[in-house]
């Protein structure tokens, strides 16, 4: 029966490729240009890839003229995906006890934008006067994974908030076809 030979150490372990490095613009570092494999380590990123299709959402976007049609690195490019249309719970500030979170303060994750900073920035809408409004811009590697939720339903969610979400988990299959067929 043939057995894996146990790796007697790290002897016979490459670092990974010595290639050169590029500056993503959306994690703001310095990243190899290709993977260990010799893929390269660039995707192109474009507009349906960083925000939600609500025209709200769309328009804000334009008023703070962002940057498309570049590349950032397979990570990030996973990063955004996990990001873009989640729901999230307000900042609760630097107080020790901040006013706990309702279902009703719920807002979602709008846009995943570039150019704005030397990183990506993270923009979160919340319903306000009857219309989904920009309220947060948050730099990528400030915002706390803490803060996505995962509902099984609405409850007290805002109905703008709900439906934006809803679409957007309506529209992954297809969003998945176009990037990995
Ligand atoms: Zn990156």
């Given at each position: 029966m043939a057995q894996h030979q146990a790796n007697d150490g790290a002897s016979n372990i490459l670092a990974g490729p010595g290639v050169s490095r590029w500056d993503c613009p959306c994690c703001g570092e310095s990243v190899p240009?290709?993977?260990?494999?010799?893929?390269?380590?660039a995707v192109v990123f474009e507009l349906a890839d960083g925000v939600l299709s609500e025209a709200p959402i769309k328009h804000a976007v334009r008023e703070l003229a962002p940057r498309f049609g570049v590349e950032i690195c397979l990570g990030c490019r996973d990063t955004v995906w996990q990001l873009l249309g989640t729901l999230v719970t307000p900042e609760t500030g630097e107080t020790n006890q901040p006013e706990p979170a309702t279902e009703a303060d719920t807002a979602i994750i709008g846009a995943v934008l570039l150019?704005?900073?030397?990183e990506a920035v993270i923009t979160i809408f919340s319903a306000q006067g009857g219309m989904l409004t920009l309220g947060e811009r948050v730099p990528l590697s400030e915002?706390?994974?803490?803060r996505m939720i995962y509902p099984e339903y609405q409850g007290d969610i805002d109905n703008l908030v709900w439906w934006a979400y809803q679409a957007h988990v309506a529209g992954l299959p297809s969003l998945l076809e176009t990037h990995l067929l």
């Amino acid at each position: 029966m043939a057995q894996h030979q146990a790796n007697d150490g790290a002897s016979n372990i490459l670092a990974g490729p010595g290639v050169s490095r590029w500056d993503c613009p959306c994690c703001g570092e310095s990243v190899p240009r290709l993977l260990p494999n010799g893929a390269r380590n660039a995707v192109v990123f474009e507009l349906a890839d960083g925000v939600l299709s609500e025209a709200p959402i769309k328009h804000a976007v334009r008023e703070l003229a962002p940057r498309f049609g570049v590349e950032i690195c397979l990570g990030c490019r996973d990063t955004v995906w996990q990001l873009l249309g989640t729901l999230v719970t307000p900042e609760t500030g630097e107080t020790n006890q901040p006013e706990p979170a309702t279902e009703a303060d719920t807002a979602i994750i709008g846009a995943v934008l570039l150019g704005l900073d030397h990183e990506a920035v993270i923009t979160i809408f919340s319903a306000q006067g009857g219309m989904l409004t920009l309220g947060e811009r948050v730099p990528l590697s400030e915002f706390a994974p803490s803060r996505m939720i995962y509902p099984e339903y609405q409850g007290d969610i805002d109905n703008l908030v709900w439906w934006a979400y809803q679409a957007h988990v309506a529209g992954l299959p297809s969003l998945l076809e176009t990037h990995l067929l």
